[in-house]
């Protein structure tokens, strides 16, 4: 007996695509009220959140909590939108061609996304370490390490080495550098690029 697969395929009509001018969505209550979760342990939040290029979406609507000293892992398809769903917590989503939201998402129960907000104090308090290894090309292993504690501060030179180390102790990667902090970061093996970009992360202490 033969199939007729043609009953399998299922076209989905498109999605229609939200221009910037339209109606805001309307935030829903916290999820973590809804599953029993204090909010007061809910370190970022998103409600209904829409991320756009032009006029494709490309994640939609998602209301989901990260609770504070938890390891959340977003888990799909290539293709499916995780990316972009991190890339709009620390408002880097908008830096893209056509990137535009709707929707909310809250650090600390306020809202990254009102006016208010400085998106270069968002990305220092929400820090990013992306898949492939990105050091600063131009810069020594300590320059990069160094480079988001300048831009926060300006600190001393024998407060910066501190710094500069902690971070690089909690990357693994102090013992291997060490003797080499001057030289391009570009040298180091793909993994140790990997961790270098780690410690530049995690110095600003976000």
Known sequence: MGFDNSLARVERPPVPAREPTEVPVR????PGAATGIDNTLVRIETRRLTALFGRSIA???ISLFFPINTVTAIIGPSGCGKSTLL????RMHELSDGGWVTGGVLLDGEDIYDGGFDPVAVRRRVGMVFQRPTPFPTMSIYDNVAA???VYGGRRSPQLD???EQALRQAALWEEVKDRLHTSAVALSGGQQQRLCIARAVAPAP
Not at 27 to 30: F, G, K, Q, R, T
């Open 148 to 150: 988001g504690l300048r």
């Open 87 to 90: 890339r709009c917590l620390n």
């Open 27 to 30: 935030l829903e209550p916290s």
């Open 59 to 61: 994640v939609k609507e």
């Open 162 to 164: 501190q710094q500069v």
